[in-house]
T-cell receptor, first 111, second 112 residues
Framework: SQQGEEDPQALSIQEGENATMNCSYKTSINNLQWYRQNSGRGLVHLILIRSNEREKHSGRLRVTLDTSKKSSSLLITASRAADTASYFCATAGSGNTPLVFGKGTRLSVIA | DVKVTQSSRYLVKRTGEKVFLECVQDMDHENMFWYRQDPGLGLRLIYFSYDVKMKEKGDIPEGYSVSREKKERFSLILESASTNQTSMYLC???????????FGQGTRLTVV
């Protein structure tokens, strides 16, 4: 069962611009995580935001969480060509359950 | 540095073969997971394990089985490979429920 739904499916921007990706989910969560996947590789964890947090920063990444709207956004500022990858959100429920991943947003940053 | 290692990056097998995909983690994690990833479908959970010899079905367990005889190793078995099992397979582990997941590099399996 896929809970997270990323939007847009694909995004193409110029180097230096900001990239914003959104994630919506359906049920209550304990936390929400964002992952990055370079082409043909495994996923790498980027950031985790707990359900009682509204915003979190890590370097050029900014994540927001709105539990009332059941949505999150990932902002990458001053994007670089090396940011080209697919980005996934994953939700963690309150019980002993695995993370549930969305289908991802494919980001292309053009130099 | 934490590590999840999958035995092969690329694998080509024939229809009907029994296929073993191996995954080893060196972080003493309780939980281990197998996902498959297909274009447009995202990551779908096949099986997971929360302890040695314990396993649970995920969303798409049909045609697969798993084995966890030791804490660090989680194997995915395709009993009789079929062409619709051609996919990217990703193994992951986590210290506890809801924690950050660590992924292997993936195995791209082609069944011909």
């Amino acid at each position: 069962s896929q809970q997270g739904e990323e939007d847009p499916q694909a995004l193409s921007i110029q180097e230096g611009e900001n990239a914003t990706m959104n994630c919506s989910y359906k049920t209550s969560i304990n936390n929400l995580q964002w992952y990055r996947q370079n082409s043909g590789r495994g996923l790498v964890h980027l950031i985790l935001i707990r359900s009682n947090e509204r915003e979190k920063h890590s370097g050029r990444l900014r994540v927001t969480l709105d539990t009332s709207k059941k949505s999150s956004s990932l902002l990458i500022t001053a994007s670089r060509a090396a940011d080209t990858a697919s980005y996934f959100c994953a939700t963690a429920g309150s019980g002993n359950t695995p993370l549930v991943f969305g289908k991802g947003t494919r980001l292309s940053v053009i130099a | 540095d934490v590590k999840v290692t999958q035995s092969s990056r690329y694998l080509v097998k024939r229809t009907g073969e029994k296929v073993f995909l191996e995954c080893v983690q060196d972080m003493d994690h309780e939980n281990m997971f197998w996902y498959r990833q297909d274009p447009g479908l995202g990551l779908r959970l096949i099986y997971f394990s929360y302890d040695v010899k314990m396993k649970e079905k995920g969303d798409i367990p049909e045609g697969y089985s798993v084995s966890r005889e030791k804490k660090e190793r989680f194997s995915l078995i395709l009993e009789s490979a079929s062409t619709n099992q051609t996919s990217m397979y990703l193994c992951a582990s986590s210290l506890r429920w809801g924690a950050e997941a660590f992924f292997g590099q993936g195995t791209r399996l082609t069944v011909v």
